[in-house]
């Protein structure tokens, strides 16, 4: 089964902190994905990855970045968080078109 | 822009009821998932439709793909308490360079006991 880890369950963070939030999966999937959720809006794409060292901007970008160094990890990167970054993150590693979820990282700022 | 609909947006049924979600797009995909998601967890991949017209079924889920690979729908029956939880399709398309999944803006089903 594809194991999809992610760093923290819970994260309170106060406004202007950086904010790592990391991402492990164990299937040697190329393709990775961070998502965030809130209610009303669905799963928004934030950033992805399809190999390492490589990046692409998803549709919400804005204030933040990501890094993968490596295949099995890609962690998403709060610069200065702000309180309408509080939400619920999910990282999801991609093989043939099924995307495999971490189980969400829920960050509040304050 | 490509777009994944889903209807309804809420539902609430009794226990031993029968329902269906349905997903829909003026796009056409290469594939189509579902997925559920509980309260506080990442979505959970249920299936993958590929072929126009395939029928899959796990247990008393039945899922659909339309013959033009425009549309899915989820049938779930004599539903159960379990069942709860927002269902997601997400689809893949052959119209981005990148072929890049989106995802509709899910069904939240209750079901009361």
């Known amino acids: 089964d594809v194991k999809v880890t992610q760093s923290s369950r819970y994260l309170v963070k106060r406004t202007g902190e950086k904010v790592f939030l990391e991402c492990v999966q164990d299937?040697?999937?190329?393709?990775m994905f961070w998502y965030r959720q809130d209610p009303g809006l669905g799963l928004r794409l934030i950033y992805f990855?399809?190999?390492?060292?490589?990046?692409e901007k998803g549709d919400i970008p804005e204030g933040y970045s990501v890094s993968r160094e490596k295949k099995e990890r890609f962690s998403l990167i709060l610069e200065s968080a702000s309180t309408n970054q509080t939400s619920m993150y999910l990282c999801?590693?991609?093989?043939?078109?099924?995307?495999?979820f971490g189980p969400g990282t829920r960050l509040t700022v304050t | 822009t490509q777009l994944l609909e889903q209807s309804p947006q809420f539902l609430s049924i009794q226990e031993g009821e029968n329902l269906t979600v349905y997903c829909n797009s003026s796009?056409?995909?290469?594939?189509l998932q579902w997925y559920r998601q509980e309260p506080g967890e990442g979505p959970v991949l249920l299936v993958t439709?590929?072929?126009?017209?395939e029928v899959k079924k796990l247990k008393r889920l039945t899922f659909q793909f339309g013959d033009a690979r425009k549309d899915s729908s989820l049938h779930i029956t004599a539903a159960q308490p379990g069942d709860t939880g927002l269902y997601l399709c997400?689809?893949?398309?052959?119209?981005?360079?990148?072929?890049?999944?989106?995802f509709g803006p899910g069904t939240s089903l209750s079901v009361i006991p």
């Open positions: 999801a590693s991609e093989g043939a078109y099924e995307q495999y």
């Open positions: 997400a689809g893949a398309s052959w119209e981005t360079s990148y072929d890049k999944v989106i």
């Open positions: 796009s056409v995909f290469s594939s």
């Open positions: 990855s399809y190999d390492v060292k490589m990046k």
């Open positions: 439709v590929v072929t126009g017209g």
């Open positions: 299937m040697d999937h190329e393709n």
